[in-house]
């Protein structure tokens, strides 16, 4: 499965952002699905993550502000990001997982200003 992350672009602080994860090459239904971000000069951390069931899970630091779907028959996965803060600011990673095999898309970068 190939991964392209899509959606980013600079925000004011308070705004709203809808990212896309677009999958090719294999059906996603089966995989389960997560969201990951990186801020500069620091470690890739899980913003939320969204099972082939379609339950779902979110760093706690981020419940109530970001949320995650999925809609297989169109082979995306979504990342709602409501109220986005400066420290929101990071490259947004998709990632797939099934049978212990991962793959990352390529990111998108979100810049929050103040």
């Known amino acids: 499965v190939q991964l392209v992350e899509s959606g980013g672009g600079l925000v004011q602080a308070g705004g709203s952002l809808r990212l896309s994860c677009v999958a090719s090459?294999?059906?996603?239904?089966?995989?389960?699905m997560s969201w990951f971000r990186q801020a500069p000069g620091k470690q890739r951390d899980l913003v939320g993550a969204?099972?082939?069931?379609?339950?779902?899970n979110y760093a706690d630091s981020l419940k109530g502000r970001f949320t995650i779907a999925r809609d297989n028959a169109k082979n995306t996965v979504y990342r709602q990001m409501n109220s986005l803060k400066p420290e929101d600011t990071a490259v947004y990673y998709c990632?797939?997982?099934?049978?212990?095999?991962?793959?990352w898309g390529q990111g998108t970068q979100v810049t929050v200003s103040s």
């Open positions: 090459g294999s059906m996603i239904s089966i995989y389960d």
């Open positions: 969204i099972t082939s069931g379609h339950s779902t």
């Open positions: 990632r797939a997982n099934y049978g212990g095999i991962t793959t």
